[in-house]
């Protein structure tokens, strides 16, 4: 396993990043248990979770998965680097969700107590709450590292210039300054390489980017033909959400003529996609996932496999249209 710096903080952090959305609900507390060890035993000592976790469990879920992580946790927290996310709906009143002071005060304090720990290592905003001012967020922010509750902070799912203008208030009021984002990053969703990429190398931020397999498209399991089979394009909203983003015709020619170019590199379509995002020199670390531990073999090899060349050549070429946006759909 490789590590690296987040951005140009001093935080050391493993080039994989165990991601832990379905834990609590499509993936029961011991095989978590089990995930989580086999990603520890392979150097992963990077962890993100978030207090709206899991994914598709329904409110009478959230939280859960912080729980689980924290229960794993206990009596090794010092062995790993901690990031867990807030802005997500945590409760039926209009104030628990969002950005606002109120509500991350509140948030941080609850995922502490459900993680088991009085510190996380990055807090991060879980998408940009428009309704809030910026200026609210970032002292509530810097009141939680202040605090000492959250040692860094840093964003998903953020386009770059709302990104640069938080920084920009940030560096203004003399706040605790955001040092990581959290974009989708795979063969099939490379818009943040024309904005949001160069930004980060610009203002020297980590990036620890999700869904680099196209929630397990790119794997190749899964077939045009016929409704999803049960999984991550089933699970109810979220469900939906990434029929939305991948179950086309386009995108399923493109894994096609992706899964090919891995079997004439002889090279596990899993491994390739996740190296592929590793191969981009604004990449931190790729968040990884698995429903059963023997899943995260092919992922993990990707840490320390290096694309050749010429095969990395031609899946950018394969895969240039994403950079360009759904206009051409």
């Known amino acids: ?30 095989m978590a248990g089990r995930i989580m060890q086999t990603a520890a035993d392979a150097g992963v000592t990077f962890f993100d979770t978030a207090d709206v976790y899991p994914l598709g469990g329904g ?33 039926p009143s209009p104030w ?16 502490l107590q459900r993680l088991g720990t009085d510190y996380v290592d ?42 640069a203008l938080a920084l920009g208030r940030a560096d203004t009021l003399r706040l605790a300054r955001f040092v990581s984002v959290q974009p989708r990053y795979n063969l099939l969703f490379r818009q943040i390489e024309r904005e949001l990429l160069p930004l980060a190398e610009e203002e020297g931020l980590g990036v620890i980017p999700y869904n680099p397999l196209a929630g397990g ?7 045009r033909e016929g409704a999803p089979p049960e999984g991550r394009f089933t699970l109810g909203s979220a469900g939906k959400m990434y029929q939305e983003r991948y179950w086309h015709e386009r995108e399923f020619a493109t894994v096609e003529a992706f899964q090919q170019a891995a079997r004439e590199a002889n090279v596990s379509p899993v491994t390739a996609a996740v190296s592929w ?32 060349p010429a095969f990395k050549e031609k899946l950018d070429e394969l895969s240039h249209e994403y950079r360009f946006g759904d206009a051409s759909r």
């Open 96 to 111: 628990n969700k969002g950005a606002s002071r109120k509500h991350l005060l509140d948030a941080i304090d609850a995922s």
């Open 59 to 91: 409110e009478s879920r959230v939280g859960a998965t912080e729980q689980v992580v924290g229960r794993w946790l206990k009596g090794k927290r010092h062995r790993f680097i901690l990031a867990t996310k807030a802005v997500g709906a945590m409760g």
């Open 277 to 308: 995002v590793l191969s981009n020199p604004a990449i931190t670390s790729a968040i990884i996932g698995a429903s059963r531990p023997e899943q995260l073999g092919d992922s993990l090899a990707a840490a320390d496999h290096k694309l050749d």
């Open 217 to 223: 498209l790119l794997t190749g399991k899964h077939k």
């Open 1 to 30: 396993m490789e590590y690296c710096k987040l951005g140009r903080t001093g935080l050391t952090v493993s080039r994989l990043c165990l991601g832990t959305m379905t834990f609590g609900f499509q993936v029961e507390e011991e």
């Open 122 to 163: 990055l807090y991060q905003l879980h998408s940009d709450d428009r309704e809030t001012p910026l200026d609210e967020t970032l002292e509530a922010l810097d009141t939680i590292v202040r605090s000492g509750r959250a040692r860094y902070i840093g964003v998903s799912n953020f386009l770059a210039y709302r990104l």
